[in-house]
């Protein structure tokens, strides 16, 4: 059974551009978490996604960022007009049911905004 | 003040070393999850428990939900533990809140 996957590994994209970062849940895993790492910082809650639902967007940025997980593929997490201040590490996380439930971690994507 | 506070920020050890770290949440939680985030940068999931005690190898949760406390204890230390614990609270929403993580060394 593959583990969550996430690609790119690694980003770089110059100001002003576009970010797309994709998170395949495991197999039978119907709940998406987007979690950003900043640099020398801890980890924060952005998104939690059912098949074709927002359930939680309250750590998302208001602007720039969206977030998608369609019936059919992966999950989406969406930065437009990139800023250096972008530069993280985006973890996504899947698991099997809502509550009191193990989530388990993609290798993450290194965004470098340049 | 951090909805999760863990203590110690760093810590160093001897190998075969008993270590604990400490966790604590201001509000009341559905569940707490204790994380390891490897030199790498990758996370793997350590436990997630909403009371008493899980054992899992050398690695021990525990939490007192009445005190709104959690330990990870790790017993006889390998340098290959070496690596930041992040404990997190889970509430009824799902979503998880982070400490700030503690980075341990176990040196040889």
């Known amino acids: 059974n593959a583990g969550v996957m996430q690609n790119p590994r690694h980003l770089v994209r110059r100001r002003g551009q576009e970010a797309r970062l994709r998170c395949s849940p495991m197999?039978?895993?119907?709940?998406v978490y987007w979690y950003r790492q900043l640099p020398e910082e801890g980890l924060k809650f952005m998104v939690y996604l059912q098949k074709e639902n927002i359930i939680d967007e309250s750590g998302m940025p208001k602007e720039r960022f969206s977030a998608e997980f369609p019936k059919e593929g992966p999950s989406i997490l969406r930065i437009q007009q990139v800023v250096r201040g972008d530069s993280a590490a985006y973890f996504c996380?899947?698991?099997?049911?809502?509550?009191?439930?193990?989530?388990?971690f993609g290798p993450g994507t290194r965004l470098l905004v340049l | 003040k951090n909805e999760v506070e863990q203590s110690p920020q760093n810590l160093t050890a001897q190998e075969g070393e008993f270590i604990t770290i400490n966790c604590s949440y201001s509000v009341g939680i559905s569940a707490l999850h204790w994380l390891q985030q490897h030199p790498g940068g990758g996370i793997v999931s350590l436990f997630m428990?909403?009371?008493g005690k899980k054992k899992h190898g050398r690695l021990i949760a525990t939490i007192n939900i009445q005190e709104k406390h959690s330990s990870l204890h790790i017993t006889a230390s390998h340098p290959r533990d070496s690596a930041v614990y992040i404990c997190a609270r889970e509430t009824s929403g799902s979503r998880l809140t982070f400490g700030e993580g503690t980075q341990l060394t176990v040196n040889p």
């Open positions: 197999k039978g895993h119907s709940h």
């Open positions: 428990l909403s009371s």
């Open positions: 996380a899947s698991s099997p049911g809502q509550h009191q439930e193990t989530q388990y």
